[in-house]
């Protein structure tokens, strides 16, 4: 089944204290981005990758760092997260960058504590 | 700056009515989605509307596209329950330079009632 396979699906963890968020398609898709979901803030874009070792800035990229080592997979990584990262994020990738709209992932609550 | 506006952002309507969506948007663009959400979940491609005059349907939802007005509109014809959820446009802003990027619009959330 094609899909975008987020991990872990909740996450309560502590200030500081380093984490990441694995994202995996299997869908062969150039195009890898990362949103995050507030309550009146809408879907904002953390990174995208236009392919593997090409990652981009969003609108919200302060205090996340991404990778694209290969095709599949795109991890979010909060090196030092504060509760100001407590959100839903969402996983998404599309063939490339305009082409078919987003498959998205099932998203990771995230709450910091 | 660049935006994606819907409207309305709350809407509760009768099971058995018709009403519409609306997205407009403020910059060029011949390229525009429909997801769905419903509550805790993620999100699901409805409609890829790829040229101006687009319009695709799809049970009781039916999209379209003008690009000269850039404007969508998601239409619902006789709603039932199970259309409740929270619907996005987005808006795909075609490159320049490096520039590259999809808008969300910020949701109108539907709720359909008996």
């Known amino acids: 089944e094609a899909q975008v396979t987020q991990n872990p699906r909740y996450l309560i963890t502590v200030t500081g204290k380093k984490l990441t968020v694995t994202c995996s398609q299997n869908m062969n898709h150039e195009y890898m981005s990362w949103y995050r979901q507030d309550p009146g803030l809408g879907l904002r874009q953390i990174y995208y990758s236009m392919n593997v070792e090409v990652t981009d800035k969003g609108d919200v990229p302060e205090g996340y760092k991404v990778s694209r080592k290969e095709k599949r997979n795109f991890p979010l990584i909060l090196e030092s997260p504060s509760p100001n990262q407590t959100s839903l994020y969402f996983c998404?990738?599309?063939?490339?960058?305009?082409?078919?709209?987003?498959?998205f992932g099932s998203g990771t609550r995230l709450t910091v504590v | 700056e660049l935006k994606v506006e819907q409207n309305p952002l709350f809407l509760s309507m009768q099971e058995g009515k018709n009403y519409t969506i609306y997205c407009n948007y403020s910059?060029?663009?011949?390229?525009l989605y429909w997801y769905r959400q419903d509550p805790g979940k993620s999100l699901e491609s409805l409609f890829v509307?790829?040229?101006?005059?687009a319009v695709k349907q799809e049970g009781r939802l039916m999209a379209s596209l003008d690009t000269k007005a850039r404007l969508s509109t998601l239409h619902i014809t006789a709603a039932v329950h199970d259309l409740s959820a929270t619907y996005f446009c987005?808006?795909?802003?075609?490159?320049?330079?490096?520039?590259?990027?999809?808008?969300f619009g910020p949701g109108t959330s539907l709720s359909v009632i008996p």
């Open positions: 987005a808006v795909d802003i075609p490159p320049k330079t490096s520039y590259d990027k999809v808008i």
């Open positions: 998404a990738s599309s063939p490339r960058q305009g082409r078919g709209g987003y498959t």
């Open positions: 509307l790829l040229s101006n005059g």
């Open positions: 910059t060029t663009s011949d390229r």
